[in-house]
């Protein structure tokens, strides 16, 4: 295994989770948001308030972008798995 061949699988590996984490943090930094403008606005200083959108949100963002998300972890996956035996030698 050559360090090339590693920084390679390293950057892979970063990208992918990168991509998958993405929707779920890009969701609930607006929800996040949405919800302390309406705290700011209001002058409702509760700090358990936006928890329920944040978890509601982020389980609709799941439902909605879950296949994507395991598809590309899937086909990370196999191309790792079908790698392995070039990458021993």
């Known amino acids: 295994m050559t360090p090339e061949s590693v ?3 390293a950057h892979e590996a970063m990208l992918i989770s990168i991509m998958l984490a993405a929707p779920l943090l890009l969701v609930s930094l607006t929800v996040g948001l949405v ?5 700011a606005a209001t002058q409702i200083n509760e700090s358990t308030l936006s928890f329920i959108p944040k978890l509601i949100a982020i389980l609709v963002t799941l ?3 879950g296949p994507w ?4 972890m899937l086909d990370y996956m196999h191309r790792m798995f079908a790698s392995i035996s070039s990458l021993a030698n």
Do not use: E, R
Not at 35 to 39: E, T
Not at 69 to 72: A, E, S
């Open 7 to 9: 920084m390679t699988l």
């Open 63 to 65: 439902v909605i972008a």
């Open 69 to 72: 998300m395991l598809t590309t």
């Open 35 to 39: 919800v302390s403008l309406f705290q």
